[in-house]
């Protein structure tokens, strides 16, 4: 089969490997009918993270299933299904607890820039699409394997509420979520941070009500003068920068929540400062699983569209260009069909 493979920084290539087969009873094989590129790629394609040795790279990914382990019993071979980027078995005492992100049997969806993946934990972790989605519902769909579970489980850890003031920080696909995510849980007023105007245009699309286009300490003066000088209820940190941290942590009021899902870099949390402001900081890696049926539920019925976060579509024989795209900040996400 193709995939996308890394070798290091800013070489990304397509490549022919072997395709995957049903490892364990539990498992399944997926052919991608719908796969991207995510922000946290962008890391190892920047350097940021190290690339010891070439890998398959991709962990967003919808499709058909095509063959299934003996023991699975909940999908079949020609199911269309969401894959969610971790995998989970559902019936360990983490799932159980409500955090299949760190299932005692975790897998991690890989070459979902491809024409197949593979899940071990078949029943556990994908999810059925009824009827036959069109090409069109691709974007929204693929949006559940990932990003909008992700802003969501921002929004959840913030523990936005009705009538709440909210600030997202970070305007790529993830906090373009976290607005759709915070205006769906009932926040009065969400103040989208965002310096590019059509990335601006689509979170007030999505729900914002306000947008604040500064950094640093601007953006904290900024959200301070929107809220009478006494913060959020509720920050949504979506990028994973040591700054990008220290402003969600300055825009929220005192006895207020951050929601960190941006991918740490070079974080270092002031424990005293949070201290001394009554401050909560929860997140980490979106528990997918616990959220997708709700998620695909309100999809279905047309309340959530995060589809619009791909504005840009291309073969998988272009996905150089879709780095290359989003690196330079031309695309806020890439959908690649296979």
């Not at 079949?76 to 955090?99: A, I, N, Q, S, W």
Request: glycine share 12%.
């Amino acid at each position: 089969m193709r995939v996308t493979t890394i070798h290091g920084p800013r070489d990304i290539r397509l490549e022919e490997h072997p395709a995957p087969t049903v490892r364990r009873p539990t498992g399944a094989v997926v052919r991608v009918v719908a796969g991207c590129i995510c922000g946290s790629d962008l890391w190892p394609y920047r350097g940021e993270d190290p690339v010891r040795e070439p890998r398959r790279i991709g962990h967003e990914a919808v499709g058909v299933v095509e063959e299934v382990g003996s023991e699975v019993t909940r999908v079949r071979p020609g199911d269309f299904v969401v894959v969610p980027f971790c995998h989970c078995d559902g019936t360990c005492d983490l799932c159980r607890k409500g955090m299949p992100a760190a299932c005692r049997n975790l897998g991690i969806t890989e070459g979902g820039q491809g024409e197949y993946v593979a899940v071990d934990q078949a029943d556990g972790s994908l999810v059925t699409v009824p009827g036959e989605p069109t090409r069109d519902d691709l974007p929204s769909l693929l949006a559940l394997s990932d990003v909008l579970p992700t802003g969501w489980h921002a929004a959840v850890s913030a523990r936005v509420a009705e009538g709440d003031t909210v600030v997202v920080v970070g305007d790529g696909a993830v906090g373009l979520c976290g607005v759709l995510a915070a205006r769906e849980l009932g926040a009065e007023r969400i103040v989208a941070m965002s310096r590019h105007e059509p990335r601006q245009a689509l979170a007030r699309k999505f729900g914002a009500t306000e947008v604040v286009a500064a950094r640093g300490d601007e953006a904290q003066e900024a959200v301070l003068e929107l809220t009478d000088g006494v913060g959020a209820d509720a920050v949504l940190e979506c990028v994973g920068t040591d700054q990008s941290v220290r402003t969600a942590l300055r825009a929220v009021r005192p006895g207020g929540n951050v929601g960190v899902v941006g991918v740490p870099h070079g974080v270092e949390l002031p424990a005293r400062a949070l201290f001394g402001r009554n401050i909560g900081v929860a997140g980490g890696m979106a528990p997918v699983r616990t959220y997708l049926d709700h998620l695909l539920g309100l999809t279905l019925a047309g309340r959530l569209d995060a589809g619009p976060v791909f504005d840009l579509t291309l073969p998988l024989e272009q996905v150089v260009e879709g780095y290359r795209a989003m690196d330079e900040r031309r695309a806020v996400k890439v959908l690649l069909e296979p």
